[in-house]
């Protein structure tokens, strides 16, 4: 018996070809569904984290801006006291951080804090938990006492500020010379369109 080998393959044909389609096919919706997944975490996290924001500005005793007419520069003398004031505004109120101190250093790397100027611990002092915990409204606490030259002025004011929680977290204040940057300024600004919206629609439903 005699068998045409060529009708046969046209007859039946393998099924291998269809494979690598296939596998290629479902790759393409692992890695879509990858990047779908990994574009809704890098959202939820411009949103969400830390949950709060963090602002800073300066007061200063010993030097009369009104009468002088101008601040500070290098070639004053004499001294002045330092302090500030921290504003801490939450946008997500299940996000409950106890903030346990401020700090006026370099750096907020334990290990390597660099020059600290001051350090108020505000869990130690007794101020209220109610006062200084994120989650409701306007956070406003004071930093340390800092005396130092009226030359230092501007470094002074310019220094970075940090709050810490009580989870032994630290979180940059935006302050004068300190604005936010990168990845850190989209998130803020991602946050603050998020948070007047639903101030507004909140404010409309009442």
Not at 3 to 20: G, K, L, M
Not at 58 to 63: E, H, I, S
Not at 93 to 122: C, Q, T
Request: hydrophobic share 40%; net charge positive; with cysteine.
């Amino acid at each position: 018996m005699c068998c045409d080998i060529s009708a046969v393959c046209q007859t039946n044909p393998t099924p291998f070809p269809f494979w690598p389609e296939t596998f290629s096919i479902f790759l393409g919706d692992v890695l879509a569904t990858i990047c779908v997944a990994g574009g809704a975490y890098v959202l939820w996290y411009l949103l969400k984290y830390p949950g709060f924001r963090v602002g800073a500005n300066w007061t200063f005793v010993g030097w009369d801006v009104q009468k002088i007419g101008r601040l500070p520069n290098e070639s004053d003398t004499g001294m002045l006291v330092f302090m500030p004031n921290i504003s801490v505004t939450s946008y997500d109120m299940k996000v409950k951080k106890v903030i346990s101190a401020v700090w006026v250093r370099e750096r907020a790397d334990v290990s390597d804090p660099g020059e600290i100027l001051g350090h108020r611990d505000l869990q130690r002092e007794g101020v209220p938990i109610e006062t200084r915990t994120t989650g409701g409204e306007l956070l406003s606490l004071t930093g340390p006492k800092i005396e130092r030259p009226t030359s230092a002025f501007r470094r002074i004011t310019f220094f970075p500020i940090f709050v810490q929680t009580s989870d032994g977290e630290f979180y940059q204040a935006e302050s004068p010379g300190n604005a936010a940057k990168g990845i850190v300024k989209l998130r803020h600004q991602i946050q603050k369109v998020v948070y007047t919206a639903k101030q507004r629609i909140l404010t409309k439903l009442r």
